[in-house]
């Protein structure tokens, strides 16, 4: 056994050994095809480099021990010949146990040892590995980028020496040796790309063609892996391609495989409105000859787009009809609640007349106007106060609408009068709004038509009469006689209004009316809509009647107090409302239950004073009324401080008629 350990320089024949600083360089002749032979050598604490350049023969190493090499073990840079390692022990090494570069040649191993190195046990580029008769052992071997026991380059094959087919990585013996699974610790370039189990990331090699049912626009997330020879992970740079009516949008920008499965997302648009299959080819970049099935084919059939969406540029996108509605999005990838909104409008899929309707403004109280998500196809969660049907107008069943709300319960069903017009198509239905299954003006609704209008006009004039009395009455004994004066007739009534007024502001009470005809007509709208100008509104219309009150509208100062303070107090907490709305202080909603509970607390008191008050007058007037009458009886006995009774008694025009 040779052993070379200080600098030797040999020659033999056509081998050139030079063994310097404890590296052994091996340069063949470059005009020669004969074979170079390398036998019963030990290595320490070295390393090993041969080249054979140009057209040299076969690279023969047998009983040859590398060990503890601060680099790379055993590095052959060879061309056409073949390298034959026979009872050879590389271990130990700082890097790579054994690194080859070839060109389209085979590399033999026969008892081979490579163990324990710390940049993997072999690096193989363009050559093919045969395992021969007597088994190898690549053991223990570690490396921080590539495989720990074997790395393969371009153009590798992995052959049996006595079949001379592709090894089967998974249960070939040779590799009995190797660490399992093998995937783990060989790489090469890579060969393929994969899918990965989503719960385990176990690799699916046998999987090349996978199928998805997904609508235009949706994004669907493929985890993948590139794997090479023996199914080892192995980086790559994906390509992808898409085939047929489909078009393919990357959404993960960065598509470069990792050392584990990573997700990749993509999102699929229609390529033409009649065609809705294709496919997706994901593949990589070929820097060598990949196999035939190196791709993963993705088979897609597109659906149609749901109800309120329609195709648009390759998506599914709001149809006309609900991209009018604001406040209204559409997104397929939120299937199976592909809309969402956030205002009080309504909407509805008519499968009679395959339209969709979009109404602006749902009743008060029966939408929901907070962001919920919803399909078409269940409009009903579009309904609050478990109510449910055309317009959220009827209730769920078993449940009836509540006595003096637009809520549903366990009570009997009865409501008030409103129209609304739903569009389908170019046709029209007029329902009414209270519950959209019932036409308009039906049978069942006439009656209660009737009776809505009576009453409203009824309480219109009454409105009407009560402003205007002040005015009315002086226009009617101008024009009519005292017998067939309406106001004059009415004067007892119409006084029971106008009475606690000074004569320029009788027409208060009907003011009043007028305020909340108006604010109910206008709230019915705004609610719905834009509800934050209600405060505002509210605001102003305080803030003119504090005006108007201030002018002492009331005879009796005290009522006078008492409405001024009922209307600055509304008038404070609307518009504290309004600026919490306004600038979005976050003061809790314990605090504004506190507002609003004092709020009330303060109305109730003022409303109770002046009751009180009321009724305090009043008991004055009867007592005082009593004592003059009994004074009268009596006049001898009338006496100076009596002389209020007859001053009174102008407040009495009956008793002054007497008189």
């Not at 395992?131 to 371009?154: A, K, R």
């Not at 006595?162 to 660490?179: D, G, K, R």
């Not at 309904?383 to 003096?404: H, K, P, V, Y």
């Not at 405060?535 to 107090?561: C, M, Q």
Request: aromatic share 10%; hydrophobic share 35%.
């Amino acid at each position: 056994m040779s052993e070379f350990i200080h600098e030797i320089l040999l020659f033999a024949g056509k081998l050139i050994l030079f063994v310097t600083h404890s590296i052994f360089c091996l340069f063949s002749s470059v005009s020669t095809n004969g074979d170079t032979k390398l036998k019963n050598v030990s290595f320490f604490d070295g390393s090993t480099i041969i080249y054979c350049l140009s057209t040299c023969g076969d690279l023969i190493l047998t009983d040859v021990i590398i060990d503890s090499a601060y680099s790379t073990g055993l590095y052959v840079n060879h061309g056409h010949g073949s390298l034959f390692l026979t009872n050879v022990t590389i271990a130990n090494g700082r890097q790579e146990g054994l690194y080859v570069y070839g060109c389209n040649s085979n590399t033999f191993l026969d008892n081979v040892t490579i163990s324990n190195n710390r940049g993997g046990g072999m690096i193989l580029f363009y050559v093919q590995l045969v395992f021969l008769d007597h088994p190898s052992t690549i053991i223990n071997n570690y490396s921080p980028t590539n495989g720990g026991g074997l790395t393969i380059g371009f153009q590798v094959l992995a052959i049996d020496g006595n079949t001379e087919v592709v090894i089967n990585c998974s249960n070939n013996p040779t590799l009995q040796y190797f660490l399992k699974p093998l995937p783990l610790y060989v790489t090469s370039e890579a060969l393929g790309v994969c899918l990965c189990s989503d719960d385990e990331g176990t690799i699916n090699y046998h999987v090349r063609i996978d199928s998805h049912q997904l609508y235009p626009g949706q994004f669907i997330t493929l985890p993948l892996v590139t794997v090479g020879v023996c199914g080892g992970i192995s980086p790559a740079v994906l390509v992808t391609n898409s085939e047929g009516g489909i078009i393919v949008s990357l959404e993960t920008i960065n598509q470069e495989t990792k050392k584990q499965c990573k997700n990749f997302t993509y999102q699929i648009r229609q390529r033409w409105p009649n065609i809705s299959n294709g496919k997706i080819k994901l593949g990589i970049e070929e820097k060598l000859e990949l196999p035939d099935n190196s791709s993963l084919i993705v088979d897609v059939t597109l659906l149609p787009c749901p109800n309120g969406l329609a195709l648009s540029n390759g998506l599914c996108e709001c149809n006309s009809a609900i991209s009018s509605v604001s406040s209204v999005r559409c997104d397929v990838n939120q299937m199976p609640h592909p809309i969402s909104k956030s205002s009080n409008s309504w909407l509805y899929y008519n499968t009679q007349y395959d339209c969709t309707v979009g109404y602006v403004n749902c009743p008060f109280d029966y939408c929901t106007s907070s962001a919920i998500s919803f399909s078409l196809d269940d409009p009903d969660i579009q309904c609050a106060n478990n109510r449910s049907g055309i317009l959220c107008g009827a209730c769920q069943q078993g449940l009836s609408l509540m006595l003096g709300s637009n809520k549903c319960g366990q009570c009997s069903n009865k409501n008030s009068l409103m129209l609304s017009v739903i569009e389908c198509e170019g046709r029209k239905s007029y329902v009414w709004s209270v519950d959209g299954n019932i036409p308009y003006l039906g049978h069942k609704h006439i009656y209660l038509f009737i009776l809505s209008l009576v009453v409203m006009l009824t309480g219109l004039l009454y409105t009407i009469t009560i402003f205007s009395s002040q005015w009315m009455q002086r226009l009617s004994g101008r024009y009519c006689r005292s017998s067939w004066d309406p106001f004059y007739r009415f004067k007892p009534f119409l006084d029971a209004y106008t009475g606690p007024y000074k004569d320029k502001y009788r027409y208060w009470t009907g003011l009043l009316l007028i305020i909340r005809l108006l604010l109910t007509t206008v709230f019915s709208y705004t609610t719905g809509t834009i509800p934050i100008i209600n405060t505002y509104i509210t605001v102003l219309i305080a803030g003119l009647l504090i005006h108007l009150l201030s002018k002492e509208v009331y005879r009796n100062k005290i009522l006078n107090i008492l409405e001024l303070l009922y209307m600055v107090n509304l008038c404070i907490t609307a518009l504290s409302i309004a600026l919490i709305n306004q600038f979005g202080w976050n003061i809790g909603t314990t605090s504004i239950t506190v507002i609003t509970a004092l709020s009330v607390s303060l109305s109730m008191t003022t409303f109770l004073i002046t009751t009180v008050v009321h009724l305090y007058i009043e008991m004055k007037k009867r007592c005082h009324s009593i004592q003059c009458h009994e004074t009268r009886e009596e006049p001898l006995l009338v006496n100076a401080s009596d002389s209020s009774c007859i001053r009174n008694d102008n407040n009495l025009p009956s008793l002054v008629y007497k008189i």
